[in-house]
């Protein structure tokens, strides 16, 4: 298996150059044979590109996101990635979407540690499970139920993954919830699919700033594949299973109720108030 990770990064202070040593060193022991396509937002420190660079890791592509499209938020950072990773034709089997989680304020250091010590070190372990298991598309740690009779403020763009019209390429709806702070793995299948559906529009569109949590990894349900989310009860406490398999039956995709049953850990996540940390922090 070959993979690579998509990496945005955002440092505005010396004081969290911290935060990106700490990402560099965990690709280094953990990540070392992967491919790194660096989106680096535009209002970062001028010397990031350079301490990304002295790591030695393989990295095929770093650039700056363009002003125009910065969205206050790691999605612009994530779209710059992306769009060399287009650009260099390359394909991958796991696709590590990481960015520097605490990178703009230290309010949740404690997060940015837990995902380094129980998810980027689970590396191979959550390789291995996604290649052996039949229709996972993604892997996430911790996530928030979809709220049926909210208002959502996030926002579409060119295809339609957040509004759940059906179509022959999307054919299912979303899945119930969301992953948080924006960091997961997204398999071969339907990264290739969403990278087939989009176009320069895409790349050359100001995104909505929760694009990448709220919007993005709806590809993998939206595409017909099962988004694993490893701790059963979300950020709220509300017991996700239940949601999963209402996911399941709209879509008559009964080969995957098991794995909503199989969600490997029970725990409630200490979370700051608001429920949740957002991903532009």
Known sequence: MKSCII?????????????????????????????????????????????????????????????????????????TALKDLTASGK?????????????VNDHSDYLREWYIESFLKNRHSIESFMHDTPGIGSYGMLGLEFDKDRQYNESDCEIALFDNKLTDDLPCTHSNFFYIHTLYVIGKEPMEKFLGLISDLWYNSKLDRYY????????????????????????????????????????????????????KTNFTFHQLNPPYVNSNT
């Open 212 to 263: 990448f949590e709220g919007v993005f990894p709806f590809i993998v349900s939206r595409a017909g594949y099962f988004p694993y989310i490893e701790n059963r009860y979300s950020c709220s406490g509300l017991d996700l299973q239940p949601l999963v398999e209402e996911w399941v039956d709209a879509n008559n995709l009964e080969s995957y109720r098991e794995y909503a049953n199989a969600f």
């Open 7 to 79: 990496f945005a990064c955002t440092i505005v202070s010396k004081q969290r150059l911290v935060v990106l040593h700490r990402f560099l060193e965990s690709f280094k022991e953990d990540f070392a044979d992967c491919d790194i396509f660096v989106g680096v937002n535009c209002v970062s420190l001028p010397e990031v590109e350079g301490l990304i660079m002295s790591y030695g890791l393989n990295i095929v592509s770093m650039s700056r996101c363009q002003d125009h499209l910065y969205t206050q938020s790691d999605a612009s950072a994530y779209q």
């Open 91 to 103: 394909r991958y089997d796991n696709y590590w979407f990481l960015h520097t989680k605490s990178g």
